[in-house]
């Protein structure tokens, strides 16, 4: 029951007949909202920060304002376009599956420069040979 009641206001705009990508973003806009998917959101960086996992927590931190510019990017574009459901649920799909969450790796990243008799390193990853070429 508690179900239904939360869902009412984005069921009744997915149910009509001639709805706009507007209509229908505004609707899922409002239902997160109602829903304090935000501060749900920010919960749960928190939760990462406390334990130490920062890359996730940062991760999190992105998630919310990437799906908001997204919405904006589609109310923009296609505002009044008249959508169906599976076109818009294809839309947002496409939409999520472009979107980056970035972060910087948490490691030590160390350049180091020298000549290669003075320089002593175990473990290399990559080098880059500053001024070679492949011509002789």
Known sequence: ????????????????????????????????????????????????QDRGELALAKEYAQVYRIVMELFDKFVELLGEEPVGLNEYFKLLDAGLEEARVGVIPPSVVQVVAGDMQRTRLKDIRALVVLGANDSF
């Open 1 to 48: 029951m508690i179900f239904v009641e939360k869902t009412m206001g984005l069921i009744q705009v997915l149910k009509q007949k001639k709805k706009t990508v507007r209509d229908v973003t505004q609707a899922v806009y409002e239902y997160l909202v109602q829903e304090k998917l935000q501060q749900k959101i920010a919960q749960l960086e928190k939760k990462f």
